[in-house]
Nanobody, 119 residues
Framework: QVQVVESGGGLVQPGGSLRLSCVASGFTSGRTFSSLPMNWYRQAPGKEREWVAG????????KYDDSVEGRFVVSRDDSKNTLYLQMNDLKPDDTAVYYC????????WGQGTQVTVSS
């Protein structure tokens, strides 16, 4: 079964930066990490999980929610089955547990990684 493990979260001051990683494993020869569009989601306390950013499998084109565009950069290293999220100019509203997954949450959800932006 495919699994994802998120890491890289932590406590950071407003305006600071963090880089999140998501390592996926358990792919078969029929389905590979490189074949899947991958996404970052986040869930703030008391809120529903929301989509943050995504990256296509072939073109590598990226898309972002308006709230993070210009501040976050999503990338991937298919040789390492790893998805990244470079988070810059962090704001308190970015505080959430961050998760990675395929389109529409196709893969099992991981534990997520906590990002807290506070002075």
């Amino acid at each position: 079964q495919v699994q994802v493990v998120e890491s890289g979260g932590g406590l950071v001051q407003p305006g600071g930066s963090l880089r999140l990683s998501c390592v996926a494993s358990g792919f078969t020869s029929g389905r590979t990490f490189s074949s899947l569009p991958m996404n970052w989601y986040r869930q703030a306390p008391g809120k529903e999980r929301e989509w943050v950013a995504g990256i296509y499998s072939l073109s590598g084109r990226t898309k972002y929610d308006d709230s993070v565009e210009g501040r976050f950069v999503v990338s991937r290293d298919d040789s390492k089955n790893t998805l990244y999220l470079q988070m810059n100019d962090l704001k308190p509203d970015d505080t959430a547990v961050y998760y990675c997954n395929g389109p529409s949450g196709r893969l099992p959800w991981g534990q997520g990684t906590q990002v807290t932006v506070s002075s």
